[in-house]
């Protein structure tokens, strides 16, 4: 099933897979070379390119799209078989989902990444390269969107999230069998979307000073089954008649989102004031695909077409 002889593209932005401990701090500074020489001898041919070395949780909407940019150059290449980005796990949820909503190509794009530095004793960065550079070049991974390969599992991008800050495969799915609408390509630097979670006591002047700040959309990571207190919805109001798409997600790790509870605060009231429910994505995720939505420019129709399938 594995195409020996075939090109993989390794395309690497940094994360702890290239990190080493310093007196200040374990930092990504593994050139993408050195990293790809860590792994098990293989039969493929592989091609590396560095785009960033960021740690990823500093990653900004600028460099995701320049990453999705550089994906989309290898795949430009009919010689390549598959791509691998070297990412963080801190927001690899995003840029997988970034990538996936627009990877319409049935060539395998693997993301990895790694728990331990790449100077630790028993770094799995290696083993992660590996089994991600296998996947790339493997049949059985074609048509299947972006795959995250983590830890022995591999997880599809939509509805992947973090669910360990230390296991060695810390993505779960949180739904399996998530549909997979893709989106025009697009910039997300472009839109700004911010996302607040709620919480007893919330202040709802936070919303006001989103749209305030320019905000086109709002993903709100509400209680429960996509609840919350009257006077968020109020705020919600106030932000729609601005003309900011607000999506409506739960806080809650598993399970789905649901106009059920009314009485002032539920998801009755804030679907009835115009919040899209995003039924089965994470906020995370729910806020890279707002974006890209908003920054191809569309707006509320197209989210609601989005959200409505995914
Ligand atoms: N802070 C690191 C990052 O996201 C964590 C990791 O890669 O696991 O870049």
């Not at 020996?4 to 390794?10: D, H, K």
């Not at 990895?112 to 059985?140: C, E, F, M, V, W």
């Not at 669910?163 to 025009?184: K, M, T, W």
């Amino acid at each position: 099933m594995v195409n020996t002889g075939a090109v993989v593209s390794i395309l690497t932005t940094g994360g702890t897979i290239a990190s080493r401990g310093f007196a200040g701090g374990a930092r990504p500074d593994v050139r993408g070379d050195d990293l790809v020489a860590t792994i098990a001898p293989t039969d493929l041919v592989l091609r590396v390119r560095e785009i960033l070395h960021v740690d990823s949780s500093a990653i900004l909407p600028a460099d995701q799209d320049a990453i999705r940019l550089a994906v989309d150059a290898e795949f430009a290449d009919p010689d390549v078989c598959g791509v691998v980005v070297t990412h963080g796990t801190d927001t690899m949820e995003e840029t997988a989902m970034l990538l996936d909503l627009m990877h319409d190509d049935p060539r395998p794009l693997i993301m990895t990444g790694a728990q331990r530095p790449a100077d630790s004793p028993d770094a799995d960065g290696p083993t992660n390269l590996s089994a991600a550079i296998a996947a790339a070049a493997d049949d059985r991974s074609r048509g299947s969107g972006v795959l995250i390969a983590m830890g022995g599992s591999l997880t599809p991008a939509r509805g992947a999230t973090k669910l360990d800050s230390g296991a060695l495969a810390p993505f779960a799915e949180i739904h399996p069998g998530l549909a997979r609408p893709v989106l025009p390509r697009t910039c997300i630097a472009r839109a700004r979307v911010d996302l607040l979670s709620l919480y007893p006591g919330v202040d709802p002047e936070l919303l006001d000073w989103s749209v305030s700040r320019g905000a086109d959309g709002m993903v709100l990571s509400a209680t429960g089954s996509g609840n919350t207190h009257p006077e968020v919805v109020a705020a919600v109001t106030r932000a729609i008649d601005r003309g900011v798409v607000v999506v409506l997600c739960s806080r809650v790790p598993r399970g789905h989102v649901i106009a059920h509870y009314g009485g002032g605060g539920g998801a009755v009231d804030l679907v009835h004031e115009g919040a899209i429910i995003s039924p089965w994505l994470r906020a995370s995720q729910s806020r890279i695909a707002l974006q890209v939505i908003l920054a191809g420019g569309g707006g509320r129709p197209e989210a609601d077409a989005f959200f409505g399938t995914a």
